[in-house]
């Protein structure tokens, strides 16, 4: 266990544009060129917003963290095409954009400002699952995942981030909790695992 007083890793919300810039740029540096990059060529369906589809032309599969996985549209299309959940309105109302480690999904659904609302999907609850409204939207989605991957890469260099359980020591995540509230008020009490 950590010590009291001890200077905990700094976490920051990142600015969208800069989190998505350098997933394309670790997208080219594997082999493609700008020239020879993939271009999504089937539209998403017209009920997700734009933003969607300006994300998946920069970025493509992506792994934020354990339970941040962002799906490349060929993979999107078999998640909604696969996943039992007749509630869920998936393909006409939500989109899964992205999945977790342990089968959860992530939900996409357009507003009229032509960004896209997320909601999360509880494998658990199988066929009777129901998206629960995360009170974000894409961009912040984006940030969220990337504040849990910095709080995992920290926890993974300093085994005193965590108690012997394997559980987020609590001034770490005290930490983190006020940064996901900076980046949407009650974000904290909707977000699905642990802290």
Partial sequence: MASKGRELPALSIRRYGAIVSELASRK???????????????????????????????????????????????????ENELRDCPKCGLGTKW?????????????????????????????????????RAMG???EQWFQLADL??????????????????HRTIPAFAKLLRARMNELSRGLVRKYPYAI
């Fill in 136 to 138: 974000i939207h894409l």
């Fill in 28 to 78: 080219l540096g594997a082999g493609r060129t700008r020239r020879g990059q993939r271009r999504v060529v089937q539209a998403p369906p017209a009920f997700v917003g734009a933003d969607y589809t300006q994300a998946l032309n920069r970025v493509g599969d992506a792994e934020f963290a354990a339970d941040f996985r962002f799906r490349t549209l060929e993979q999107a299309r078999h």
């Fill in 148 to 165: 849990i991957g910095q709080v995992e890469r920290a926890e993974d260099l300093d085994r005193t981030l965590t108690d012997s359980r």
């Fill in 95 to 131: 989109w899964a954009f992205a999945t977790s480690g342990s089968g959860d999904a992530w939900l996409l659904s357009g507003t009229r400002d032509g960004r896209s609302r997320v909601a999360f999907l509880d494998h658990d609850e199988e066929s009777s699952a129901t998206p």
